[in-house]
């Protein structure tokens, strides 16, 4: 019951910026934007959330379009440990899950 | 500050088999969550405890439990194991805020034959 969508998989070079857009069109007000990364064989590592405002952190930017139905994280300068998949979710204050979908996986190439 | 650590990393059952899977949170957090994950598929939410009650269940059978110890630790249980039943099983703990931020540990493979 994932609530966004993203593309399947994107290819990056090594220290250039990586866009990873989610579409989110259905959102409510209340609900945060999450973006979760699993490298192979690891659990899945927070990156960074928003609600309205843009956010940064030292990992990466995320960018919310004004009507907030869809938004896009940015890494800065790509490294080849950043190849993972990439996860966009939303979630509402009082709901506790996190709904991931299939997720965008990004393969950094040197 | 250690992470979220889990018990074991492998492990194989057979069908019809009992197992019970171990998690501890992050130092400071109170709220652990479970989540299963097929090969090739995203995490799914199987519960979330807090205060050492289950207080929010995704869409798993009753033949997955768990439980919460006064230290915060975690343990999830899976009766009558089934073929579909392995995964990667990850434990995630957070703070019971309304930013919910939850901190995953690299899981533990359980392997059904």
């Known amino acids: 019951d994932a609530k966004t969508t993203q593309p399947p998989s994107m290819d990056c070079a090594e220290g250039r910026a990586a866009n990873l857009p989610c579409n989110h069109s259905?959102?409510?007000?209340?609900?945060?934007v999450y973006w979760y990364r699993q490298i192979h064989s690891q659990g899945p590592q927070y990156i960074i959330h928003?609600?309205?405002n843009n956010e940064t952190n030292e990992m990466a930017s995320l960018i919310i379009t004004e009507d907030r139905k869809s938004s896009t994280l940015i890494l800065p300068h790509a490294t080849l440990r950043d190849t993972a998949v990439y996860y966009c979710?939303?979630?509402?204050?009082?709901?506790?899950?996190?709904?991931f979908g299939a997720g965008t996986t990004v393969t950094v190439r040197a | 500050d250690a992470g979220v650590t889990q018990s074991p990393t492998h492990l194989i059952k057979t069908r019809g088999q009992q197992v019970t899977l171990r998690c501890s949170p992050k130092?400071?957090?109170?709220?652990v969550s479970w989540y299963q994950q097929a090969l090739g598929q995203g995490p799914q939410f199987i519960f979330q405890?807090?205060?050492?009650?289950?207080?929010q269940r995704g869409n798993f059978p009753d033949r997955f439990s768990g439980h919460q110890f006064p230290n915060y630790s975690s343990e999830l249980n899976v009766n009558a194991l089934l073929l579909g039943d392995s995964a990667l099983y990850l434990c995630?703990?957070?703070?019971?805020?309304?930013?919910?931020?939850?901190?995953f540990g690299a899981g533990t493979r359980l392997s059904v034959l």
């Open positions: 405890y807090y205060e050492e009650e289950e207080r």
């Open positions: 928003g609600l309205k």
């Open positions: 259905t959102i409510s007000g209340n609900e945060y």
């Open positions: 979710i939303v979630r509402a204050p009082n709901d506790y899950k996190l709904s």
């Open positions: 995630a703990s957070s703070l019971p805020t309304v930013k919910n931020i939850q901190y």
């Open positions: 130092s400071g957090h109170d709220t």
